[in-house]
């Protein structure tokens, strides 16, 4: 199955609510992220930067979306934002009734670009 279809059908298996959450989001990465390509890993979409490195992944839960980074130790978070006790991956989970925080996700994606596989 093409990586493309992989990802239509996670995001097509995902709640009412989630599923248009999952497509903007998918969007959104894929506008921002420069030479983004996309693929499955561990049963999730995920996004790789123009070097090949796995850089972002969606994760759909009931209600919500966890938008992680995959190499959150490379990446500078001074404030703290992003949530999780995963090693080297964190997140920001995103709620479909709430306004997608573009600028902020914008500055963590645009620091995938530089990093490394």
Known sequence: MPKQEAIDDYIADCTEAVAPLMK????FINNTLTGATEGMSCGAPVFFNARGAPVIYLYAAK??????????AELSDPDCILQGSGKPSKHI???PDEPIKKAMLRKFIKQCEALEP
């Open 24 to 27: 903007k989001l998918r969007a």
């Open 63 to 72: 209600d919500h979306v966890n938008f992680g980074f995959l190499k959150y």
């Open 93 to 95: 989970k995103i709620y």
